[in-house]
């Protein structure tokens, strides 16, 4: 489309131009009658034609413009308005940056008009005309050259500018995936961990055969589950897009997370509303926010008893985790700040706190359609 607005301007520009070259001439020649009326003419109609082009050969075009007036000089012995034909070509010769091209075009302009000027002047005469037509050969050249610099530079500055906010914006998704990278590999390393940490040290301090096997099975399926997710996890990091080994743990998953996390003095209950089908990245955060909270519960609460809520509330879905533990709680850690991390990210929330008959309670609201965090609220 812009390609024909390009054309249409062109055309436009280079009538109006004939147009009024050749009503000059006409004025000034009081018709065209002779031979060299008519050899004009053509000069003035050609040159003006020629400026359609000019953009694509403004070199070209200013030579034949300049030609033009030569030949229109040395037909009629006088300069005419054929001179706005050259003006134009002369400044697009310096708009398109031919800025040596332009003085010299310009130098033999004023040439040609001073010979053309001087068959219809007294030798005794100054040629003021000559004076005026260099000045403003000169105004044009000047006045171009400085609105093309002006407009490189602005050019430049933009270019640099959107070079910057290019880098920072790279910066700031690096950042972003660094994060989640780390998020992610401490939610899959760590419950695991400390799941297999909790069940060892259970069977090393109460030594008995039953509960040494049932430790030594359930330290033998977290340890095959962690290798499992840490492939699946690292498998996507390697080669982006690619699908994973192993399906992104979810809500599906539950009830295996549950009856793996807990230690032969803590019971988990479950309190799971049906709840319509979840967007993947917030079935995933459902699944790490109960998961890293129940480490936390097996690892600190010294509880006896937890259970956890999942629930539709509207849009959203709310996540709950209590226990009744009386541990105290200490400064948060990268647990609880990587399941704020993981709420905030979708356009949540999440809370946690101490309850008021004793015990720790986390709470998520996570929309289920999953919205960007407001500004100030991103990590």
Do not use: C
């Not at 090393?204 to 589950?225: F, M, N, Y």
């Not at 295996?256 to 967007?279: K, N, Q, V, Y």
Request: no cysteine; aromatic share 4%.
């Amino acid at each position: 489309m812009s390609g024909w607005r390009g054309r249409t301007a062109n055309v436009a520009l280079a009538l109006a131009v004939g147009l009024v070259a050749v009503v000059g001439l006409v004025v000034q020649s009081r018709g065209i009658d002779t031979a060299a009326e008519w050899a004009a003419l053509l000069a003035v109609l050609l040159s003006a034609s020629a400026l359609y082009v000019r953009r694509r050969y403004p070199v070209p075009v200013g030579v034949v413009a300049l030609a033009a007036v030569g030949a229109y000089g040395a037909l009629l012995h006088r300069p005419g308005p054929i001179m706005l034909v050259f003006v134009v070509a002369l400044y697009t010769v310096v708009d398109e940056g031919h800025l040596t091209v332009a003085i010299g075009l310009g130098l033999a302009s004023v040439i040609a008009f001073a010979m053309a000027d001087s068959y219809n002047r007294s030798p005794n005469t100054m040629n003021g005309a000559t004076l005026l037509h260099a000045g403003w050969l000169v105004a044009v050249i000047v006045g171009v050259t400085r609105n093309r610099r002006a407009y490189l530079a602005e050019a430049q500055a933009r270019a640099v500018v959107a070079e910057q906010r290019l880098e920072e914006e790279a910066r700031r998704r690096a950042t972003e995936e660094r994060l989640r990278i780390a998020r992610e590999l401490h939610d899959v390393l760590g419950h695991h961990l400390s799941l297999i940490n909790v069940q060892a040290s259970a069977a090393l301090h109460r030594p008995d055969p039953v509960r040494t096997g049932q430790a030594l099975t359930a330290i033998k399926q977290a340890s095959k589950e962690t290798l499992s997710e840490l492939r699946a996890t690292l498998g996507a990091l390697r080669q982006e897009g690619a699908p994973a080994v192993v399906p992104a743990p979810g809500l599906t998953r539950l009830d295996d997370l549950i009856r793996t996390a807990g230690r032969p003095e803590l019971e988990i209950r479950t309190e799971l509303a049906e709840t319509r089908s979840l967007p993947p990245e917030v079935d995933l955060a459902v699944y790490r926010i109960v998961q890293e909270a129940l480490t936390n519960v097996a690892r600190h609460a010294s509880a006896t008893a937890a259970v956890v809520r999942v629930r539709p509330d509207h849009d959203d879905v709310i996540v709950e985790v209590e226990d009744d533990g009386t541990g105290q709680p200490g400064t948060p850690g990268s647990g609880i700040r990587g399941m704020r991390d993981r709420a905030l990210a979708l356009g949540g929330s999440l809370t946690t706190g101490s309850q008021p008959d004793g015990g720790f309670r986390v709470h998520a609201r996570l929309p289920m359609r999953p919205r960007p965090a407001p500004k100030g609220e991103q990590t």
